[in-house]
């Protein structure tokens, strides 16, 4: 059923609503950041050498207000998108738990293959490092904590790797991506048979937004990776594709009896040659991005005011 379904969805992004791709333009200069843990990086001009942001056109013809406005307000959004598309690899939805409460969920985990993302497992796993069980009250999603603490720390394990694999670096962009989409989905091969669970977790109503911000950061760190230097509508463009490819084989991979998930990588192999393939146009990765809109039930736009601009 899931790789049905994972077949299907990518033909079925090239479709409808033409005007998706421009909304998304302006997402970026709506908002202010929220989720930034660092300072951005980047563009953006240091401390020493300030520039205003929003400096006065060179021009010696004082009546020609009108056009310096125009110009001004050009460049603060040119200034402010540079600012939230280089920060937004700081901006980690990563919960920050107590020292205890971290510990227990990481516990949990190693009785997650007998007791599913359950709150069960939480409890035992309060039980192993010697935690009162009542522990498990504090979090306020109970299992969805523990999803979304395995998130994080494939994220981070993934960056880890990013950071000390220098073989990483030498590959071509189309080759950098399906290897770490791989590296990321080959940390969960050890859950697989309860991933499921977690999938339908991650779909409920509250949980949505967190998983949300949980995708959206890990495909921006491996566009990243990978010397992704998209600007504007690209940039955008190119995360929507790519959370599209580690979605579907995210799914492929829950049926997969080959050996060492060998079809899957086919899969996700192929998938990523369809999207660096330099024969597809302009015109039809808007086509999936508008597709994937649609396909959420319109909330695209949304998903991507929420992560990237705050």
Known sequence: MYRSAAKRLMPAFYRRHQDAISSIRTLAADHPTRFMTSPATGNIPDQKNPIPVNPIPPSSNPTDSTASSSWKEEERTRYQETDE?????????K???????????????????????TETAMIAGAR??????SIVGSFPRKEAALVEYFMDECLERLIN???????????????GVAKLVRIRLEMQTPYISKWPQALSIQAQPLNVPTS??????????????VGDDANEIDWYV??????????TTELYMLTDSSPDFRDTWE????????????????QE?????EAVSAGMGGSLQGFMKRVFTG
């Open 85 to 93: 598309k280089s920060s937004s690899r700081t901006k980690r939805p």
């Open 95 to 117: 919960a920050h738990y107590k020292d205890e409460e971290a510990r227990v969920l990481s516990a949990s985990l190693s009785h997650v293959l007998r007791l599913g993302w």
């Open 128 to 133: 192993d490092i010697g935690v009162s069980p």
């Open 161 to 175: 790797i990013i950071e000390s694999r220098n073989d990483l670096k030498n590959l071509i962009p189309s080759e």
């Open 212 to 225: 949300f911000k949980q995708r959206a950061m890990l495909v921006d760190e491996i566009w990243h990776a």
């Open 238 to 247: 190119k995360r929507t594709v790519l959370g599209g490819i580690y979605s």
């Open 267 to 282: 899969f996700l192999d192929a998938r990523t040659k369809d999207a660096f393939d330099l024969k597809k146009t302009a």
């Open 285 to 289: 990765a808007q086509r999936l991005a």
